[in-house]
């Protein structure tokens, strides 16, 4: 009896750490099996990077703004008003149907080249790469819209030979590699080679999700490759930036400088960080600590965690991207959404990466964190395009009508701009 009784605690004890965790695994299974699981994904993640970021841009660039312009909130303000301005963006992006995005990719496409054009004639140089046009006091970077035209174009030229059964290569490269070349070209003689390995993200991806044969990529990676040699080899200053990065304590005052900044910046963060508006590379050690290199700063004042929630959210968010692209049977949709996820998640994985040291500095930004307007507002168009695609989930427009009219929806109807009855309607 007493050996009975001594067996039965020890057979609960094992098996309560291992039925709590099969209940937390039902748990994530009946969560993940809701329909507006994505959606609200994409929500929340998308809300916790711009919070993030904001925070991040009015500590990083504090310093320089004050030297610059007199005051340490001028461009705090200036991405304070750029987010004012997306999200409305990407809220109404999420109203409109897939089939706005299949059109609007056409004319998102020709602009773009339009606008890379002038950049070579008009643009404004700087740091070695032409890449901006101003406008006033506006500056307006084309090659981030691009990043939007090619994947809507893209996902809608092969969604359409997909349809008619023309899948072989020779049809799915045509149109579709001249025109990412044409972009590619422009954006290369702009000096702008991080912009360049995000268009070809990009339209690796669309390939893959359209079930390209992989000797294609083999060709594809070996010419990109071979023209990539012939940038760095041609240009001096990336010739200088790849031995930068392959040792950049070797010239620690020179080429070297911001790699290892940031080094020093991410290093002096520890595991919990120095605190909000503690650090000190911003004190114009570390250059670009708002834009290029905020990570750095995120890392030396949030510490290791902090870092780790910044790319558990990307990772969260490229999650949904592909949740999307795997529970919507659209050909356009699946092929967008995955082209989305991989621009913003691969972006914040070339940023990351230049950061840490692991990648060479290409001088592109951290999708929804770094400071500027113009990579600010396609993003938030492209994650509006994602919450549309979302409701076309099995399940998720029920879920939407269900749960009634949403707090913009209610908003809206206070000020008299629309009612609550015509926003359950349209649902």
């Known amino acids: 009896m007493s050996a009975t009784t001594e067996e039965a605690p020890r057979r609960s004890a094992v098996e309560g750490p291992a039925g709590w965790l099969r209940e937390q695994r039902g748990a994530l299974k009946e969560l993940l099996g809701k329909p507006l699981t994505t959606y609200y994904l994409i ?14 841009v009015l500590s990083a660039s504090s310093i320089e703004a004050l030297a610059k312009t007199g005051s340490p909130f001028s461009w705090f303000i200036k991405q304070s008003l750029s987010t004012a301005i997306g999200v409305p963006i990407m809220w109404a992006c999420s109203r409109l149907p897939h089939r706005f995005f299949r059109w609007a990719g056409y004319p998102l496409m020709a602009l773009s080249i339009i606008a890379l054009v002038m950049v070579l004639f008009i643009g404004s140089s700087e740091l070695g790469a ?7 006091p506006f ?3 084309p090659s ?13 030229l092969l969604a359409r030979r997909a349809r008619q059964g023309r899948i072989e290569w020779r049809q799915l490269l045509i149109p579709l590699m001249p025109g990412t070349a044409i972009l590619a070209v422009m954006v290369m003689l702009g000096r702008d080679l991080g912009t360049t390995l995000v268009l070809l993200m990009i339209f690796l991806s669309l390939l893959w999700v359209v079930g390209a044969p992989i000797k294609l990529f083999g060709g594809i990676m070996a010419l990109a490759v071979l023209a990539a040699v012939i940038m760095i080899r041609v240009e001096p200053y990336r010739m200088a930036r790849i031995s930068a990065f392959l040792d950049p304590w070797a010239d620690a005052q020179g080429a070297g400088y911001q790699a290892v900044q940031g080094q020093i910046a991410m290093g002096s963060g520890g595991w919990f960080g120095l605190g909000l508006g503690s650090s000190r590379a911003k004190w114009s050690w570390l250059p670009h600590g708002e834009s290029d290199f905020i990570f750095a700063i995120l890392g030396e004042e949030l510490g290791l965690m902090g870092t780790l929630v910044v790319i558990t959210l990307f990772g969260l968010l490229g999650y949904a991207g592909l949740r999307v692209a795997g529970r919507v ?35 592109i930004p951290l999708p929804l964190v770094s400071y500027g307007g113009s990579a600010l507002l396609p993003t938030l168009a492209a994650l509006g395009m994602l919450l549309s695609f979302a409701k076309r ?28 009855n015509k926003g359950r309607a349209r649902r």
């Open 43 to 56: 929500i929340g993640c998308s809300a916790l990077l711009l919070a993030l970021g904001l925070m991040m």
């Open 144 to 156: 981030e819209p691009a990043k939007l035209g090619l994947a809507l174009w893209g996902a809608d």
């Open 139 to 141: 500056t307006i970077q």
């Open 130 to 136: 032409q890449r901006w046009i101003y406008v006033g």
């Open 393 to 420: 989930e099995p399940g998720a427009r029920e879920a939407l009508a269900a749960r009634g009219p949403g707090p913009v929806v209610r908003a809206l109807s206070w000020l008299g701009l629309g009612g609550m």
């Open 329 to 363: 049977n659209d050909p356009f949709i699946r092929l967008a959404a995955a082209a989305v996820v991989a621009w913003i998640v691969g972006q914040g994985i070339v940023n990351i990466g230049a950061v840490l040291g692991v990648l060479p500095i290409t001088g």
